[in-house]
């Protein structure tokens, strides 16, 4: 069997390398000049690998088992970095850590018993008697993370697997989380082909015909790895069966950047929330064990991120983060903007689960239609949004093509 997958991110590459390493022919197409997708690995300052940051994808969580195996099996290690994602000093307002984590309680009980249509919006109306300031805090942290506003975002969604607001460890891939990709693209090897975009992907009888600027390429199946902003524009014919293509309109978008600005002093560990600002910031250990000479910055929904300037540039978030962290010796001249709702190539910062999405879109988001396959953090359900669904979802595509596979070559066995 050839199968011809779309998209090197995360999901496309672990898909590809078990079709391949399952001794199937792959071929994957990747529109960028560097695999990845949205974990994306580099220097802040040239030259100075203390400065590794991740302009996408960044933090290794609880239950990451999946990534957690395909790193020990391409020799990497993770790196604590020391502060704990979970765990964030709110200020702008000042709010209290015990008040937050009782909002978080109400919050999350109301979300429990709200209908399918609530919205967070819906269920703050009918809550009373909780601190001005730590239920702002709550809010704006579960929007920025979502990157939704409130009247958007689902109340189903308060209860996901990074809601929890305890301090636990979080870690970074040592050396960066692009390592992963790129050691999965070194066993791929020559089955990648960069600078690749799809135009448009057809079925026939035979197989499917993938075009791209440079000519087609003809397989048996096709997996589609790329983020759902994306594949809705995709060109396919026959055409995606209602249903599923209707999912994919309901589908979320989130809004979220990222600004990355050197520091001139040593710091400690430490994540500290601007409450108004719609962002939180963190300075964390990586693999020396040593804190990186870096302020991290994480902003999100559509009107946090046009408040803090971002398509203007840097410079109003990088003021707006020195101003929160005056304890910190910050170069805000040379801050580093990573936006990823105007990539041509991205088009969200990863999926949201908002009102509009219906149920059982889960499903119909990664059924397959004919010989095409979906996978991508969008198409992982509970996973959605994280790297380990990407993983997770791309393990499910390739296992659907080989279970075909299999079925193919028994039929025509002796």
Known sequence: MRVVVVGAGFAGLIAADRIARSGQQVVVLEARDRVGGRVWSTELVPGDPRTIIERGAEFVLDGYDVMRSVLAELGLELADTTMSYYDREPRDPVAGPADVARCAEVIQAAAAAAPPEASLADLLEDIRELPAAALAAYVSRITVTNGVGAADLAAAALADVTSGLRARPTWRVAGGNGLLAAGLAARLG?????????????????????????????????????????????????VIPARSRDAWDRAGIAHNAKLHLPLTAPAAPSAVQSVAGAFWTWTATDG???????????????????????????EVWAARAAALRPELAIDPSRALLTTWNDDPWAGESYSAWTTGVGPGDDDLIHAPAGRLHFAGEHTAGDWAGLMEGALRSGIRAADEVLSLARDANSSVAP
Do not use: K
């Open 288 to 314: 020396s064990g040593q804190v990186q000479p870096v302020l991290h910055a994480f902003g999100g929904t559509a009107a946090g991120l046009s408040a803090l300037g971002g398509d203007d540039g840097p």
């Open 190 to 238: 020559s089955a990648i082909y960069l600078s690749s975009p799809v135009r448009a992907i057809e079925q026939h009888e035979g197989g499917v015909r993938v075009l791209t600027p440079a000519g087609e390429v003809e397989a048996d199946r096709a997996i589609i790895a790329v983020p759902m902003a994306i594949l809705r524009n995709m060109m396919f014919n026959p």
